[in-house]
């Protein structure tokens, strides 16, 4: 069957450290994949898009990774800052689908 | 310009009530999609419209569940019957479309919360 798994429910780590969130996914086929920020009471907000022919895409202190042969991308949050802690969502389409599949999501709590 | 707007923000209701709620979509946005995210959990997708293709109504769990959109504007999504599993977040979200299909970001309105007593 399908599915799409986010490594950790919640993640803990402390301030001026890298945060690395997972996303795994089986049996789909995306040709990119989209990361997005979701705070309390809001909205997910676009973040960062990584097609499949590309190993890594940076945007400030955000870097993604994907690697379609481990149907896995990273995201890494560098000199994390409070400001940070949200819940990060990973999403796919896949080549032939018409709607979107999101992970169920890491609460990631960055303490100063 | 605006964002993706929804009303109400905020809706109780009593179980067998049925309920609308409203999307605004980024105007010149071809794509719209409706999810329900449970307290705690992540985005259900519920259906999507692309323009004036035939809306994908492959998520809507039941047929108590309908959605309208009017050409590339306005959406509602009726729930009827409202049951106590109804509640929950419904986000509507919208992208430029499949003419920029690779770079299909969404944005986000900041919901609808239903509470069905």
């Known amino acids: 069957s399908q599915k799409i798994e986010q490594n950790s429910e919640a993640l803990n780590i402390q301030e001026g450290k890298t945060a690395t969130l997972t996303c795994n996914y089986t049996n789909y086929s995306p040709a990119y994949l989209q990361w997005y920020r979701q705070d309390p009471g809001r909205g997910p907000v676009f973040l960062l898009l990584i097609r499949e022919n590309e190993k890594e895409k940076r945007k400030e202190r955000l870097k993604v990774t994907f690697d379609t042969t481990l149907k896995q991308s990273l995201f890494h949050i560098t000199a994390s800052q409070p400001a940070d802690s949200a819940t990060y969502l990973c999403?796919?389409?896949?080549?032939?689908?018409?709607?979107?599949?999101f992970g169920p999501g890491t609460r990631l709590s960055v303490l100063p | 310009g605006a964002g993706v707007s929804q009303s109400p923000s905020n809706k109780v209701t009593e179980k067998g009530k049925d309920v609308e709620l409203r999307c605004d979509p980024i105007s010149g946005h071809t794509a719209l999609y409706w999810y329900r995210q449970r307290l705690g959990q992540g985005l259900e997708f519920l259906i999507y419209?692309?323009?004036?293709?035939?809306?994908?109504k492959s998520g809507l769990p039941s047929d108590r569940f309908s959605a309208e959109r009017t050409g590339e504007s306005v959406s509602t999504l009726t729930i009827q019957r409202t049951q106590q599993e109804d509640s929950a977040v419904y986000l509507c979200?919208?992208?430029?479309?499949?003419?920029?299909?690779?770079?299909?970001?969404?944005?986000f309105g900041p919901g609808t919360r239903l509470t069905v007593l």
């Open positions: 979200a919208s992208s430029p479309g499949a003419a920029r299909r690779v770079r299909d970001t969404q944005y």
């Open positions: 999403a796919l389409r896949d080549n032939y689908g018409q709607n979107f599949v």
């Open positions: 419209f692309q323009g004036n293709s035939a809306p994908d």
